[in-house]
Nanobody, 120 residues
Framework: QVQLVESGGGLVQPGGSLILSCVGS????????MSWFRQRPGEGRESVAA????????NYKDSVKGRFTIYRDDAKNTVYLQMNSLRSEDTAVYYC?????????????WGQGTQVTVSS
């Protein structure tokens, strides 16, 4: 059974930091590109950061560049999102996503989400 389990969300003041974690199981984690998405109240889900399966190539949403860092530890089947200099507009539910190909078929998995609230 495939699972993605996020943790690390919570309430933080503007300018603060959080580290989100996502542990994957039930699939070959190292062969999947991993991403973090977020969904703000009343809005659609948007990609925030992504890291490739090989070579560690990273992409970021413009508004988080220089503040957020995505990295992965394949030995622990875990992807992280280090979030610094948080702003109120970063308040959202953050979702972990795994995307890859197994036996010629594309798979796309989602976690249940973790709430991040930036407020004083």
């Amino acid at each position: 059974q495939v699972q993605l389990v996020e943790s690390g969300g919570g309430l933080v003041q503007p300018g603060g930091s959080l580290i989100l974690s996502c542990v994957g199981s039930g699939f070959t984690f190292s062969r999947y590109a991993m991403s973090w998405f977020r969904q703000r109240p009343g809005e659609g889900r948007e990609s925030v950061a992504a890291i490739s399966s090989i070579g560690g190539m990273r992409n970021y949403k413009d508004s988080v560049k220089g503040r957020f860092t995505i990295y992965r530890d394949d030995a622990k089947n875990t992807v992280y999102l280090q979030m610094n200099s948080l702003r109120s507009e970063d308040t959202a539910v953050y979702y972990c996503n795994a995307n890859g190909v197994d036996n010629g078929r594309e798979y796309n998995y989602w976690g249940q989400g973790t709430q991040v609230t930036v407020s004083s």
